[in-house]
């Protein structure tokens, strides 16, 4: 049989270890069932023998033979002149097998052929590819920084597979050289074309999971359960767990003796502060626990009739005066959290508030509700407490521009005016 650069690619593709050999005969066969389609106009009437061990296969055609100038198609019907040219004993009636040689598909397509076949081998492992990695999707994977660019990270596993690790997945503090070993959870698999696109991410709330699960062995074993995260990504985090079994305090394990069990995951995290709490389903007990540090003095709950933005309800959380700072955290990040983590919006109110002194709420009116969140973050949720503030020193520790400011304190200084 000719050895037109076409059979060398068998023993090619015979060795790849991501193929068996059933896939690769079949297709084999599919590839040259649409080269000999496209001669032919069919390949139904045709055997294809196919030994890819050897690198080598058989193309035999099948025919009626017909009497001579009555053949009215030549791919399926043989004249007995012609047919006697095989064989000289051949009779009308009778099937003739005639091996189809590859030069005569022609060289051009032969050409197409050896590269249709290449595509189809290529898009197999892509496909495996994708199956293997869509199956990992959630679970924490490791892989070696090849190539840095300014909007991702190109990462190499020990397969060669590509992956990408955006710069939306990072966390702030991350910074990779060439070489280095990264760990994230496979957040999402995708087939672009017929390459699949791995993501990484080291932000999403299941990385933090997956690295209990790691770490912590009551965790991994299912002695303690994580019953939610909320996570502002290399900043800070809360997650709170849970035990069936009495005897272990879910809270100490986790954290271990003097943090030792928690510091690795600190560390992976770029020092993300992780506050770890007790959970219940004591709803008013688990948003007071969610607001830690601060101590809780009253906490009052008022559920919507039905989700709002995804929250559950209202939670009115009272407090005394030093524990609001606490409560909202710096920028806001320990109330927001802890709003992540029960599914409430949460109000907080000082204990014992001056007569004199009003809520900013009560001007949602006539001030928009980011401005007033803005003075939340930073700790000032009444008129009083905004009031004393400086003006340059509220443009340093909030987004909001002089002028913004200036008119927020004249609407509040006019209440009390009033």
């Not at 590269?115 to 293997?132: A, C, P, V, Y």
């Not at 994230?184 to 990385?207: C, D, Q, Y």
């Not at 809780?296 to 939670?315: A, H, Q």
Request: charged fraction near 35%.
């Amino acid at each position: 049989m000719e050895n037109i650069a076409l059979i060398e690619s068998f023993s090619e593709f015979k060795d790849n270890k991501s193929i068996d050999r059933v896939t690769l005969m079949s297709i084999l066969e599919e590839v040259f069932r649409a080269a000999l389609k496209r001669r032919f106009g069919s390949d139904e009437n045709f055997d294809i023998i196919i030994n890819p061990d050897k690198g080598d296969l058989e193309i035999w055609r099948n025919r009626v033979v017909v009497a001579d100038g009555m053949s009215e198609d030549d791919n399926e019907e043989i004249e007995l002149a012609e047919a006697r040219k095989i064989e000289p004993d051949f009779e009308i009636g009778e099937d003739v097998s005639e091996e189809v040689k590859l030069i005569d598909l022609g060289r051009r397509a032969i050409l197409a052929l050896r590269q249709n076949l290449i595509s189809k081998i290529h898009e197999h492992d892509s496909t495996n590819i994708f199956k293997q990695f869509k199956d990992l999707e959630g679970e924490i994977y490791s892989a070696e920084v090849h190539h840095i660019r300014h909007n991702a990270v190109i990462l190499l596993d020990d397969e060669g597979n590509e992956i990408v690790l955006p710069k939306s997945e990072q966390i702030r503090s991350d910074f990779f050289r060439k070489g280095d070993a990264v760990r994230g959870v496979i957040k999402s698999v995708e087939l672009r074309g017929n390459k699949p696109a791995i993501i990484l991410s080291r932000t999403s709330p299941a990385f933090l999971v997956k690295l209990f699960e790691q770490e912590i062995p009551e965790v991994f074993d299912g002695l303690i359960t994580i019953e939610g995260v909320a996570r502002i990504p290399g900043d800070k985090a809360k997650i709170a767990v849970d035990s069936y079994d009495d005897r272990i305090d879910p809270v100490g394990a986790c954290v271990g003796v003097k943090g030792s069990r928690i510091h690795g995951i600190v560390r992976e995290l770029g020092n993300e502060n992780i506050d770890v709490i007790n959970y219940t389903k004591n709803e008013q007990l688990f948003v007071s626990r969610a607001l830690s540090p601060a101590k809780v003095t009253s906490v009052d709950i008022k559920l919507y009739d039905e989700e709002k933005n995804g929250k559950k309800g209202r939670v009115n959380v009272l407090l005394k005066p030093e524990e609001v700072s606490k409560a909202i955290g710096r920028a806001g990040v320990n109330i927001r959290l802890a709003s992540e983590l029960t599914g409430y919006e949460i109000d907080v109110q000082r204990e014992g508030l001056e007569e004199e002194d009003v809520e900013l709420t009560e001007f949602s009116d006539e001030i928009e509700a980011w401005v007033i969140a803005e003075f939340n973050k930073i700790g000032l949720d009444t008129a009083k407490s905004v009031l004393e503030k400086d003006v340059s020193m509220l443009v340093q520790r909030t987004d909001l521009e002089e002028e913004t400011i200036l008119d927020v304190q004249r609407i509040l200084r006019e209440e009390f005016e009033d």
